[in-house]
């Protein structure tokens, strides 16, 4: 690495190591002169002492990134390729992933001491998501590293609007690459990077996809937040005896009927509310005996969180009525603000109301493509709780 240059000095208030890599503004000491959002800066607790370098965005809540807390380590375009070589190592050489899939997280934010980076492989599209000014300051070195690693391949990259605005950086969406087919575990998908939710597929869900077919063998299978299907389509292939998918989502319920057709596999796919059609289903007396529940991000807010709980208790109850004694639920949340602990009370609280007992199997989160930093609980969003019903 090059020697580190001079650079601004951000002061912390407090004289302790923070003990994550995002500082929040009210923890830092205004600089006496503006510093441009997404600048390098050292930083500093409040008796002088260097504690890390990293991104400073005056106008953010998180007011400071670390990236590393080695003095002698220049955050500069080198160490950017060199962190991204490093993450996609991880996936090729110990992960092996190109032998299951061609579409994987190739970047995982504070995962891979990238904060503020995402990037998806969907077969030969890159998706780069920015989160941060400072890693869109060095987007053409990101991008040239990747090209590197992928050559041939195309990018597409976007940031959302409120990230741009909280973040002060601009960012135009370039035209969405046409859709592409992925392929996992050896079945087919269909994937549109830039359609906004209609991706058609989620590849932080790609092991607990394969663990429910495995367990869903001779089973008749309930899909419910569906989206693209694949949690039905694993099943269906695997083994299971018959499959229906719910979605409100017309068009991402088109994708999963082409999913379904890709692999020669005969799914029901039907339109509505999942409240409004686990009521029916009660009515009529249908049951389950393998139900995923797996439903979008119900909140960004953490003052929120309650309300989430409360769909999340609501949507649980509802799908037990339709699970017969002996049945499977797989039951999801990618919510990041929601903990596990209080995911996993919820449940409890569940059991309780309908006089049921649940059998905890498993609980899963994202494949090892989205590792988890110690210090950064938060990027453990997605829990994924296989259940026994009786």
Known sequence: MNSPAELPVIRLKSDRTPGHPWVWSAQVHKPESRIPPGSVVDVVDAKDRFVGRGFWNGHARIALRLLTNDAHEAVDAEWIATRIDRAIALRRELLQLDNVTDAWRVVHSEGDGLSGLIVDRYADILVVEYFAAGMWKFRDVIHAALLRQFPGARLYWFAESHVQKQESFDCRVAEAPEPVEVHEHGLRFHAAPGYGHKTGFFADQRENRRRFAELARGRRVLDLCCNAGGFAVH???????????????????????????ANNLAIQFEQADIFDWLRQAVARGE?????????????????????????????NRLALDVIPPGGLLLTCSCTGLVSEADFLEMLRRVALNAGREIQILETRGAGADHPIRTDVPESRYLKAVFCRVD
């Open 235 to 261: 099943a269906m292939a695997g083994g299971a005896r018959e499959a229906t998918g719910v979605d409100m989502d017309a068009g991402i319920l088109e994708i999963a009927r082409a999913n379904a057709a």
């Open 287 to 315: 049951r389950y005996d393998a139900v995923i529940l797996d439903p979008a991000k119900l909140t960004r807010d953490r003052n929120k969180v309650m309300d989430a709980l409360k769909k999340y208790f609501a949507m």
